[in-house]
């Protein structure tokens, strides 16, 4: 069996899916400007509930994390590709909201904040180009 494809399935598996909407550059700029704002969310959830405060903070401090840490233009240390940023965030999503949906039920407010930026990455990274083709003009 060959290690290579044939050049219509190579062809299939780099086309851009109709989902790819949020170019790398965009993608950084969307998570510069949630960074601050889960943030502030997180000290906001402080007063009312911890465990949401929690949940929040270590999401924003990941999320800062691994922006810090990919090879788009705000990366600070490019160690890896915005193809693993994707992938990191495909699974951190689904892990906070997942702990947000665990969160009591006593701060609905604080709650339903930690939900929100637990699909906040699913879907941001769902919509995210990981093709590396360029984009076309038409």
């Known amino acids: ?15 851009r899916r109709s ?3 949020i170019s ?4 950084a700029i969307i998570d510069r400007i949630c960074l601050p ?6 000290l906001w959830a402080a007063r009312r509930s911890k465990p949401a405060a929690a949940v929040l903070l270590v999401n924003a401090l990941g999320e ?5 840490l990919t090879r ?12 693993t940023h994707v992938r990191i965030g ?3 999503g689904p892990v906070f909201l997942a702990l947000s949906y665990l969160l009591p039920r006593y701060a609905p407010a604080e709650r339903n904040t930690a939900i929100f930026w637990g699909v906040v ?9 990981i093709s590396g083709l360029p984009r076309r003009t038409a």
């Open 1 to 15: 069996m060959s290690s290579t494809l044939p050049a219509s399935a190579s062809e299939r598996l780099t086309a």
């Open 90 to 92: 495909q699974v951190g």
């Open 72 to 83: 788009f233009p705000t990366g600070l240390v490019p160690l890896f590709s915005f193809r």
């Open 19 to 21: 989902t790819d909407l």
């Open 24 to 27: 790398p550059r965009t993608h």
């Open 121 to 129: 990455p699913i879907v941001l990274n769902g919509l995210s180009d």
């Open 37 to 42: 704002i889960m943030l502030g969310c997180a």
């Open 64 to 68: 800062g994390t691994i922006g810090c």
